[in-house]
């Protein structure tokens, strides 16, 4: 059947919301993070408008650099009240067309509108709809992109930011991207990149172009995303996140066996972001927390520990992790693979609100 998806994406969100309030800054550039301290600050910018944006500063970027970069921008520190509330109006707009819906994040969000519209050309009109009742209702931009997969949708609705409107059909898509970058992709960044463009692949018509196996042979799995993604045949539905679904949980075998708690530690970290990144996307808030631990020789264990309330802080996970793991501290065994489970799951379409906090190391 044909899919129509939109995905749609607030435009500079923060530094917008900052705008819409003083419209003194329309025009230039606005950089929301960290107090730049005349360039001996710490911390990062959250966002930039697209002014700030010609100087090369971008989300992630040191506020210090941004500051040598452009000296005479205005920096304002992050008002996160005013965010989560522009964020849930955006929400409940986008949300009225289809039940369908899935917000990532504080400024993104699909729906499927397959059931919904026609053809794309309707689906267009939706969107259109949407932008305007963003723009008169919440006073700020929104680019939308429609495709049949998902990550098609999000690859279009960056196409021509901002308050962009981008329609990849199947006919089409691959003519529109061919020329353009791999890094259009999600997932695709500078590392990625660089191993791509040792094997040649530079545009998105270069993956078109590549047989499936030899993206396998070079990339492993990742290749095979990436393949598909380009090809448009990404299956995945808008709302993948099923309310019956039980427990979130991710684990990972050490390469060689090891008793270095660094390595273990390491690991652990990097399990917790993985399934953090997974309840945000989600909205999920959780109340068990479980360590697995599996030794040289299969020896395993899980150990648990229920909340007496639902939390989503990833630093409370590994403080729980962490303590669970004290009890094998003194074994002497090498460890083999650690594992992080969550249960005890709610989900929360409604807790927007905290969202927002995922970006407090500003
Ligand atoms: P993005 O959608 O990634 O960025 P954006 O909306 O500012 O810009 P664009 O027009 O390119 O979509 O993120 C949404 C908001 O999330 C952003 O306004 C600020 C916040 N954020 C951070 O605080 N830190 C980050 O590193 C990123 C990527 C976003
Ligand atoms: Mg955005």
């Not at 921008?73 to 009240?81: D, E, M, S, V």
């Amino acid at each position: 059947m044909k899919r129509l998806i939109l995905h749609c994406d607030l435009d500079c969100f923060f530094a917008a919301v900052e705008i819409r309030d003083n419209p003194e800054l329309r025009g230039k550039p606005v950089i929301i993070g960290a107090d730049p301290k005349e360039g001996k600050g710490r911390g990062v910018i959250s966002t930039c408008s697209y002014e700030a944006r010609e100087f090369g500063l971008h989300s992630g970027m040191p506020i210090s650099q941004a500051f040598q970069r452009c000296p005479n921008g205005i920096y304002l520190k992050p008002n996160f009240n005013k965010y989560n509330l522009a964020s849930s109006q955006v929400m409940e707009i986008v949300e009225n067309y289809s039940q369908n819906f899935q917000q990532v994040g504080s400024d993104e969000a699909y729906l499927d509108l397959s059931d919904i519209c026609i053809n794309f050309n309707e689906a267009k009109e939706v969107a259109k709809e949407i932008q305007s009742k963003i723009r008169n209702n919440v006073g700020i931009t929104i680019s939308v992109g429609i495709a049949p997969t998902k990550s098609l949708a999000k690859i279009a609705s960056d196409f021509k930011k901002p308050n962009g409107l981008t329609v990849f059909t199947p006919d089409n898509f691959k003519f529109l991207l061919k020329d353009k970058n791999i890094t259009c992709i999600p997932g695709i960044g500078k590392k990625t990149k660089i191993k791509f463009v040792k094997k040649g692949i530079k545009t998105i018509g270069d993956i078109i172009k590549t047989p499936l196996a030899d993206m396998i042979t070079f990339f492993g799995k990742h290749g095979d995303w990436i393949w598909k993604v380009a090809n448009g045949l990404d299956n995945r539905k808008v709302m993948e996140f099923h309310a019956s679904r039980k427990s979130i949980s991710a684990e990972r075998t050490f390469s060689t066996d090891t008793i270095d708690f660094n390595e273990i530690l390491s690991k652990i970290t990097e399990i917790n972001k993985k399934i953090y990144r997974t309840v945000i996307k989600h909205h999920i808030t959780y109340k068990t927390i479980s360590l697995k631990i599996r030794f040289k020789g299969f020896q395993t264990y899980t150990r648990s520990k229920t909340l007496n309330y639902y939390i989503q802080d990833e630093h409370k996970v590994l403080k729980v992790i962490l303590d669970l793991f004290k009890e094998f501290s003194n074994n002497k065994k090498k460890v083999r693979l650690v594992g992080i489970k969550l249960s005890n799951l709610e989900k929360n379409i409604r807790t927007r609100q905290k969202f927002i906090l995922n970006y407090i190391y500003v």
